[in-house]
């Protein structure tokens, strides 16, 4: 009971106005029952950007592959504030890395292993997602929201990417599977609910269901595939026929046209999460806060292709019918090069950035270009590589001993990757097809103005401009 006399100064809120009294007499989840079900959220976090990170390079849709980049990046992070929060209520050892149900690690198993994209969406977005939002919906309405005011903020954040998370899902959903596929999938969708039953639910916050149980997908175990795959709208991935840095870097090309090249380098920039992917998952015995450093890096570079995107579809070009984006850059790292060794690459091209010829002049380019979309998405560019060479420092470097050292590495990792353009074309696989004039022609259409003649001309191949590969056809 409230005595009736008990009130605040002047009927201000009372307890900060995160709770109303009754609320905050109510008794709620114990330290141990909270726990419990915060190490159950952060798992389904970690094998949710396990699952986000390990699929993303194989899967073909473009579209799918960015909101995979953003969704790992999500679940890092949140599963980074889960452990922080354990780590606060008298949980030392953690016990963070041990599987904390057999039928819920099956669960997750399960999605892991879908063996095609309509599959893996279900499982995440139909199943997944939903019992996790369920999951902490359910610790926000049990427990007392003054003494696990903590706990309880975190969830209240959560929930807003859960449901950002969904409704993305929900709507890949609708457009990319059948009717008989769902209807295929039918016995699957029942296994993952009885996985969940099993497991008490995803936070083991009921009473478990006694039942059998037998994997299905999950039977044989995934192995990551770090081969690049492209959906339709990339019809020549092994394309190296436009050297986009030479004609940037060449002062004797007017300004305007050349965010047309920065917008192809933006988007052939989805290349570096393909890499990324490969490193992340394949690295073991990294802190947490390693999967979060990278997968935001990883992030960044999904937006820098989205950038591009934009920056086509803002200057009036369907990108899809005029450029040709190449995956020759992702796939011979990941097939060439250790884990170490690409990070090594990775650092030894972000180092080539920083300087006066490297990200700030691609801004100048765009400043000097008239074209202010070009300038932004420059001069953000710019920001997120001077992170990218920090979080490099961080976790990359040491692992080499210091910087100079950790820049010869990469320089050494880089001059052994083959990426022989030729030897696509002698085998069939392109043409190595010169876009750059079609291209041209359409965004001066576009624009109105008169094609310059040298512009339109300029051979841009590989084969004319005989460039060092090392130093002029990297992806940033």
């Not at 006399?5 to 009372?14: A, G, K, M, V």
Request: charged share 25%.
């Amino acid at each position: 009971m409230i005595p009736l006399s008990y009130h605040s100064y002047r009927d201000l809120p009372l307890l900060a106005g995160i709770a109303s009294l009754p609320d905050a007499m109510r008794i709620g989840l114990s330290i141990d029952d909270c726990v419990g079900r915060l190490k159950r959220h952060h798992w389904a976090f970690r094998r949710l950007h396990q699952i986000f990170v390990d699929r993303l390079t194989a899967e073909p849709v473009y579209e799918l592959k960015m909101g995979f980049s953003l969704h790992a990046h999500y679940c890092a992070e949140h599963a980074a504030v889960w452990r922080k929060r354990v780590a606060e209520m008298r949980e030392p050892p953690l016990g963070l890395d041990v599987v904390p149900d057999a039928a819920l690690d099956a669960f997750f198993d399960e999605i892991l292993c879908a063996p095609d994209t309509e599959t893996l969406l279900i499982g995440l977005y139909e199943h997944t997602l939903p019992a996790l939002g369920e999951a902490i919906r359910r610790h926000m309405a049990e427990t007392n929201r003054l003494v696990d005011h903590p706990s309880f903020r975190i969830c209240r954040f959560a929930v807003i990417e859960i449901e950002e998370m969904v409704e993305y899902g929900t709507q890949c959903v609708a457009r990319l599977l059948t009717e008989e596929k769902r209807a295929e999938l039918a016995s699957w969708g029942e296994l993952l609910a009885q996985l969940l039953r099993a497991a008490g639910g995803l936070d083991g916050a009921v009473t478990p269901e006694a039942t059998a149980w037998e994997r299905h997908f999950s039977k044989t175990p995934h192995v990551y595939d770090g081969v690049p795959q492209r959906d339709e709208r990339f019809p020549d991935p092994y394309n190296m026929g436009v050297h986009a840095e030479a004609f940037l870097y060449d002062d004797n090309f007017p300004a305007p046209p050349k965010p047309l090249m920065m917008y192809f380098k933006r988007l052939r920039e989805i290349d570096v999460p393909e890499m990324m992917a490969s490193i992340i998952t394949e690295t073991t015995g990294k802190p947490w806060s390693y999967q979060v450093d990278m997968t935001r890096q990883l992030w960044d570079e999904a937006r820098h292709a989205m950038m591009g995107e934009v920056g086509f579809v803002r200057a009036g070009i369907d990108w899809q019918q005029f450029v040709r984006v190449n995956f020759t850059w992702s796939l011979a790292l990941n097939a060439q090069l250790t884990p170490l060794e690409r990070h090594g690459v990775l650092y030894f091209i972000e180092q080539g950035l920083m300087p006066k010829t490297g990200k700030r002049f691609e801004w100048e380019v765009g400043l000097a270009s008239g074209d202010p979309f070009s300038a932004m998405i420059q001069d953000y560019d710019w920001a997120d590589e001077v992170l990218h060479a920090r979080i490099g420092r961080d976790w990359y470097v040491p692992q080499l001993g210091g910087v100079k050292e950790a820049i010869a590495y990469g320089d050494q990792c880089w001059s052994k990757v083959l990426i022989d353009w030729n030897s696509y074309r002698e085998q069939g696989l392109t043409q190595h097809e010169n876009w750059w004039p079609a291209l041209y022609r359409e965004w001066c259409r576009v624009q109105g103005r008169e094609p310059d003649a040298a512009v339109l001309a300029y051979d841009t191949s590989y084969a004319a401009v005989r460039a060092d590969l090392r130093e002029l056809s990297v992806s940033g």
